[in-house]
Structures are given as structure tokens and as C-alpha cells.
T-cell receptor
Framework: EAQVTQNPRYLITVTGKKLTVTCSQN?????MSWYRQDPGLGLRQIYY???????DKGDVPEGYKVSRKEKRNFPLILESPSPNQTSLYFC???????????????FGPGTRLLVL | AQKITQTQPGMFVQEKEAVTLDCTYDTSDQSYGLFWYKQPSSGEMIFLIY??????QNATEGRYSLNFQKARKSANLVISASQLGDSAMYFCAMRSYSSASKIIFGSGTRLSIRP
């Protein structure tokens, strides 16, 4: 089954404790992206990757890191989480974002993060 | 700057009625695409419908249609014969040619269907 998976789905942590949220897709997609969703703000892009070893900042990259060493995986790293990073996080992938505009993104199930 | 605006934070509609969810956008690009996504209470994001800026016809997908008014820069989602399962958060999104690597989202509309 074609899908984007994220782990963990739920995470409670404390300020300053490094964490990684994994994202994996099995569709051989070139493009992957991370978003955070907050009430009243919709989804905002954190980082994206056009292909392996190619990453770029989105609209809200502060406090986050990413890497794309393999095509299928795009982990999101919070080196020192803070309470304002409490949010719902989505990973998404797309075949390519350099082609047709109608190329939509496939979303993972989301990760709910609470930073105390 | 590119922007998506959804002015209805929440809506209540009676089952079987049609409902229109508003979306206006701002871009200086001539080539762009507009998307609608549904997010049920379970949290996943479900793609509903797409409209390209050069598409001559309004997009339709089953009970979903997109009322695209280019001059007004609006792309409203119309759901016909609403069902209880339509209760969800709905997001309008846009991808522009000059920023093709990004999709920007509106703040969403929470739709509740009354039985």
C-alpha cells in the first residue's frame, strides 16, 4: 500500500530533550516536506526536500533540523525542544514539485507533540 | 506575497443541504493551482479537489465542486447534499509557478453537519 508513515504518532517530552520524528514514504517520491499545524494558523511549512541531499527552509524553520540521506526517509529533528513547538506535525511527499502544478502531496497521519 | 484566506472559522449546516466554504487567494503569478483538503477528527489530510488557473471549467469530484472566480481570486468549495461524514476541518491551499516547491495553506474552516 502506498503510504507515508510517521513515528511516533504521539509524543510528550520536556524542554531541551532532543527528539526525532521519523518520516518514510514507499512511493519513490522525490519531494518531501514537513509542516506544523496550529489552531487558527493552518499548516505552515518547516522544511522541504526536492531530492536526496537537497533540503531548504520553509516558512517556520527555526528550532528544527532535517536531513535527506535516502530518498524514502526525511526525519525531523528538534535539537532542544521548547513549549512553543507543541503542535501537530505532518510529513508529506510528492512525486516531484518541479513538474505539473496539480501534483498533490500525500500526507502522513500526523504526530502530536507536547513539550512541557 | 502569496496568501490564502479562509474567513469562516466554523460553520454549521443541516444534513442534506449544500454548503459553500469560502477561499480567497493572492498571488501575482498567472500560473497557479488551488487545492482543497479535508481533515476529519482522526487527523489525516485527505486531498479533495484541484483547480488550475488556466482550467476553463470548474473542477468537480463527486459531491465536491470548486466555484472558481479568477477575477475575484476566489476558489470556493461547494459540497452538495452534505452528509454527517462531511463534518471535518477543510483547508484551501495554493501552489504558484514562481514558488512551485511550496504549497501554502489557509487557516481552515471547521464544518459541522447537523442531523
Amino acid at each position: 500500500e502506498a503510504q507515508v508513515t510517521q513515528n511516533p504518532r504521539y509524543l510528550i517530552t520536556v524542554t531541551g530533550k532532543k527528539l526525532t520524528v521519523t518520516c518514510s514514504q514507499n512511493m519513490n517520491h522525490e519531494y518531501m516536506s514537513w509542516y506544523r499545524q496550529d489552531p487558527g494558523l493552518g499548516l505552515r511549512q518547516i522544511y522541504y526536500s526536492m531530492n536526496v541531499e537537497v533540503t531548504d527552509k520553509g516558512d517556520v524553520p527555526e528550532g528544527y533540523k532535517v536531513s535527506r540521506k535516502e530518498k524514502r526517509n526525511f526525519p525531523l529533528i528538534l535539537e532542544s525542544p521548547s513549549p512553543n513547538q507543541t503542535s501537530l506535525y505532518f510529513c508529506a511527499s510528492s512525486l516531484s514539485m518541479s513538474g505539473q502544478l496539480q501534483e498533490t502531496q500525500y500526507f502522513g497521519p500526523g504526530t502530536r507533540l507536547l513539550v512541557l | 506575497a502569496q496568501k490564502i484566506t479562509q474567513t469562516q472559522p466554523g460553520m454549521f449546516v443541516q444534513e442534506k443541504e449544500a454548503v459553500t466554504l469560502d477561499c480567497t487567494y493572492d498571488t501575482s503569478d498567472q500560473s497557479y493551482g488551488l487545492f482543497w483538503y479535508k481533515q476529519p477528527s482522526s487527523g489525516e489530510m485527505i486531498f479533495l479537489i484541484y483547480q488550475g488557473s488556466y482550467d476553463e471549467q470548474n473542477a468537480t469530484e463527486g459531491r465536491y465542486s470548486l466555484n472558481f472566480q479568477k477575477a475575484r481570486k476566489s476558489a470556493n468549495l461547494v459540497i452538495s447534499a452534505s452528509q454527517l461524514g462531511d463534518s471535518a476541518m477543510y483547508f484551501c491551499a495554493m501552489r504558484s509557478y514562481s514558488s512551485a516547491s511550496k504549497i501554502i495553506f489557509g487557516s481552515g474552516t471547521r464544518l459541522s453537519i447537523r442531523p
